[in-house]
């Protein structure tokens, strides 16, 4: 028998902080630029938020009988994780943004070991600060095979939008 879990967002409010870029209304939500609904501890306007984007978000961490650990929620685990993100060469790739400047080791090793034991592959961002501000561009870093990297690298430099 599979144990149903059952968790709650809140305090953490770090995909409304602007972690995950994201249109809220008219709002654009971004590293540096959070849900003008966000109070920091939750939602301002919870029983109006929208189905696409808010409602349907898929953090990992949330959902029904989640592999993440409790100590991976992203406001402690200082990352939002979405798995099957995508999918190259019919393997699932995770998707894995930090909660700040850069996923902490602790965390990105638990990811990255996942991922191998699992036949998994990652994405993984690190934030870009430009004159001490937070850019919507992140950096994007694959782990997986060579041609794994290979085949992000060169999406990213042609501008290819991997998961949107």
Not at 76 to 93: D, F, R, S, T
Not at 97 to 116: E, M, S, Y
């Amino acid at each position: 028998m599979i144990k149903k879990r059952t968790r709650e967002c809140q305090p953490c409010t770090a995909c409304c902080d602007g972690w995950v870029s994201m249109t809220i209304g008219e709002a654009e939500v971004f590293p540096g630029q959070a849900c003008p609904h966000s109070t920091g501890k939750g939602c301002n306007d919870y029983a109006n938020r929208p189905i696409d984007p808010c409602d349907q978000f898929n953090c990992a961490w949330i959902q029904e009988n989640s592999v993440l650990p409790d100590w991976m929620k992203p406001n402690n685990a200082k990352a939002i994780v979405m798995l099957n993100k995508l999918q190259w060469h019919g393997h699932p790739v995770d998707l894995a943004v930090p909660v700040g400047k850069r996923i902490p080791p602790r965390t990105l090793n638990w990811l990255k070991d996942f991922a191998q034991q699992h036949a998994r592959l990652l994405i993984y961002t690190e934030q870009i600060i430009k004159q001490g501000k937070f850019q919507k561009d992140q950096t994007v870093i694959a782990f997986g095979p060579p041609e794994f990297q290979q085949d992000i690298d060169q999406s990213q430099r042609a501008g290819i939008d991997l998961w949107q």
